[in-house]
């Protein structure tokens, strides 16, 4: 069982920045991998983001690459997720969430995931 705390969202002009943070506890940190969704109000759960258990592989959504950026701290069981230049459409709630997989390839479908965190809301206004 792994338990995932999402921090770190709130409201932000467009163009600023937030750091979400996902806290997780319950099985060893370093063992699998992690990812970042996102779900807007009357829209599905989108990829966002992806880390490998080391920290090697990292994969983003096109409509975030170049501004956002996904790491991860296995000593404080934690993964981030830097997001610059936010704009309006970056609304919505970010999601952290656990693959158990094996290898070292990230993915991107949700349904690959095991585990997932209860949200924080993110706002960019424009």
């Known amino acids: 069982q792994v338990q995932l705390v999402e921090s770190g969202g709130g409201l932000v002009q467009a163009g600023g920045s937030l750091r979400l943070s996902c806290a997780a506890s319950?099985?060893?940190?370093?063992?699998?991998?992690m990812g970042w969704f996102r779900q807007a109000p009357g829209k599905e759960r989108e990829f966002v983001a992806a880390i490998s258990r080391s920290g090697t592989n990292t994969d983003y959504a096109d409509s975030v690459k170049g501004r956002f950026t996904i790491s991860r701290d296995n000593a404080k069981n934690t993964v981030y997720l830097q997001m610059n230049s936010l704009k309006p459409e970056d609304t919505a709630v970010y999601y952290c969430a656990a693959d158990f997989r094996f290898g070292t390839s990230v993915t991107r479908p949700a349904y690959d995931y095991d585990y997932w965190g209860q949200g924080t809301q993110v706002t960019v206004s424009s």
């Open positions: 319950g099985r060893t940190f370093s063992s699998y991998h």
